[in-house]
């Protein structure tokens, strides 16, 4: 896996890409979920794991232009094996609250992916 998220957006209407994205940078990075703001219809959420930490990320719809970043650390702000959580793997906006809750786990190595 290389280190990079590649995001499209396309016209259900003819089928074409109205604009690719590619993050890239020497952090690990594992999208796991989209999800639409349910306050705000321009915004989605990507959820998934970066560098580590179990990471949520806010943007625009239209231009892919990030509004904010969450990521779990502890109180250092360190990343794994620091981090208390390193992925998530299930959550939930419950209907128009402004609160995702999110579940996940903490790797013992991160590194190598393990849980024991």
Partial sequence: MNDSIQMLKVNSADQTIKWNFEYSDNKKKVPSFLHQ???D???MFL?????HRASIVR???DNMRVDGLL??????GE?????????????IEPNRD???FACGYKWLNPSTM???
């Fill in 37 to 39: 703001d349910s306050l």
């Fill in 41 to 43: 219809h321009s915004k």
């Fill in 47 to 51: 959820i998934g794991s970066i560098d």
């Fill in 59 to 61: 943007f625009d719809k």
């Fill in 71 to 76: 990521q779990v650390e502890n109180r250092f």
């Fill in 79 to 91: 990343a794994a094996p620091a981090s208390e959580m390193n992925e998530i793997l299930s959550y």
């Fill in 98 to 100: 402004g609160s995702v």
């Fill in 114 to 116: 393990t849980t024991s």
